[in-house]
Nanobody
Framework: QVQLVESGGGLVQAGDSLRLSCAATGRTISSNAMGWFRQAPGKEREFVAAIGRSVGTIDYADSVKGRFTISRDNAKNTVYLQKNSLKPEDTGVYSC???????????????WGQGTQVTVSS
């Protein structure tokens, strides 16, 4: 099983940009689809973005389309989430996950990181 560690969170202002990283150890991520989820205080965890093993297989939540970009660097065993034009509603704990694509987008990945806090002030 792959172990995942997120980084790059912080406190930013609305309109700012931030890049999150998810570093994997224990196994290469090249055989996994990867995804990002977020959980705001008092709310359920929600899907943000996913990227498959194959080039071109990418999905985004409607709320982040055009602002967030997911990418992967298999050589570095790392997945990224570039977040632009941040809004206060983007605040939450962002976690990455790894598994088959259909399990990732459903939030049923077998591997999860502990998350990194992102707070966007207005």
């Amino acid at each position: 099983q792959v172990q995942l560690v997120e980084s790059g969170g912080g406190l930013v202002q609305a309109g700012d940009s931030l890049r999150l990283s998810c570093a994997a150890t224990g196994r290469t991520i090249s055989s996994n689809a990867m995804g990002w989820f977020r959980q705001a205080p008092g709310k359920e965890r929600e899907f943000v973005a996913a990227i498959g093993r194959s080039v071109g297989t990418i999905d985004y939540a409607d709320s982040v389309k055009g602002r967030f970009t997911i990418s992967r660097d298999n050589a570095k065993n790392t997945v990224y989430l570039q977040k632009n034009s941040l809004k206060p509603e983007d605040t939450g704990v962002y976690s990455c996950t790894a598994d088959f694509y259909y399990r990732v987008v459903a939030g049923q990945g077998t591997s999860w990181g502990q998350g990194t806090q992102v707070t966007v002030s207005s």
